[in-house]
């Protein structure tokens, strides 16, 4: 049975939302667009709707999902205890797209926090994904929307084909406005651990005075058995099926050089930022963007793009790992299986 379609993108008008608000009370799950990337929601305290989740993913159950609310009293029904710096965090940039762990309460289902005594929360920015949440007047789990290891959804034609009939609804808003998962953080000691990187950076934390630790994970490979703060890290994620090579200098010429390198008599498809696109030699090359924030938007479309080429390797372009870039190599490095040249 194919899912129902609600187009949110020319009728911009939120009763259409009750519908699916209300699949989501009865259980059944909803894909729904976000500020970051698309979702796949259900009640996040019926065990059972949660299940169809990971069924619906090909997701490991130990692999945490990120609860989504639309009001601070949710919260405070869902955590023990909302620290000090994250009252501040949440201050300065809920709704937006920052998950923050908390000590969670036993309302909270052990399959979304994959048996650990912690869950993972957000406030989106996002109106359709808010009023959803408070149509179905409870808290939404939602991992991306996508199946587990691919490329994340940023539109709804990426994703259309692999999630059609595995949800109820399906609402297309359109681009989203990020492109990347939102920042994953908890609070040690008094110090923000970056869990997962996204558009909230670890400057704009360190802004507020407040000490940061990037996991060592975010760009390095897991080590079986090695312990991790998140779940998530030891997992393939965002990957086309055509083998990546991820390459970057700070010198510009020395990177494209490479990258031309390494397409010699081979069908490759170069991944590369606007001002490059002209300088390589394969026939097939997907312009980036230029911006930072562009990339961001536009890196999970073109991987998925590239794939379709079926072409011997897919080559592309890094930028530098501050500010938005962090999030956006950590989704590339993981693309490439760690396949990564930094000259």
């Given amino acids: 049975m194919k899912s129902k379609y609600i187009n949110f993108i020319q009728d911009k008008n939120y009763e259409k939302l009750k519908a699916p608000a209300e699949a989501i009370k009865q259980g059944k799950l909803v894909l729904f667009p976000t500020e970051t990337v698309y979702g796949i929601g259900a009640d996040a305290l019926n065990e059972e709707a949660v299940k169809k989740i990971y069924i619906a993913k090909g997701r490991a159950s130990d692999n945490p999902l990120i609860v989504h609310i639309a009001k601070m009293e949710m919260l405070d029904r869902l955590v023990e205890n909302v620290g000090n ?85 399906v609402i297309d808003g359109g681009k989203v406005d990020i492109g990347v998962e939102s920042t994953v953080i908890r609070v040690v000691n008094g110090i923000v651990h970056i869990l997962r990187p996204g558009k909230i950076t670890p400057e704009d934390i360190e802004k507020l005075n407040i000490p940061v630790h990037i996991e060592k994970q975010i760009l390095g490979s897991y080590k079986e058995g090695e312990k991790v703060m998140s779940p998530g890290i030891k997992y393939k994620h965002y990957a086309p099926n055509t083998k990546c090579i991820l390459v970057y200098s700070k010198e510009n010429d020395k990177m494209v050089e490479k990258i031309n ?83």
């Fill in 261 to 343: 390198s390494l397409a010699q008599n081979k069908k490759t498809v170069i991944l590369c930022t606007s001002k490059n696109i002209e300088k390589y030699n394969s026939e097939i090359k997907l312009d980036m963007g230029q911006t930072l924030e562009e990339i961001s938007q536009n890196i999970f479309t073109l991987l998925r793009k590239a794939d379709k080429y079926k072409a011997d390797l897919i080559l592309i372009e890094g930028v530098e790992k501050t500010g938005l870039g962090l999030a956006i190599m950590n989704r590339l490095i993981r693309a490439s299986a760690h396949e990564f040249i930094e000259i």
């Fill in 85 to 169: 710096i994250e009252k501040i965090l949440i201050k300065k940039f809920w709704p937006g797209p920052l998950t923050i762990v908390f000590k969670k309460k036993k309302i909270i289902p052990n399959i979304i926090t994959g048996g650990l005594d912690t869950v993972a929360i957000r406030m989106p920015s996002n109106l359709v994904a808010r009023k959803l949440i408070e149509y179905s007047n409870c808290p939404i789990a939602a991992p991306s929307a996508n199946i587990s290891g691919k490329p994340s959804g940023t539109i709804v034609e990426d994703i259309i084909d692999e999630l059609d009939g595995k949800v109820e609804y």
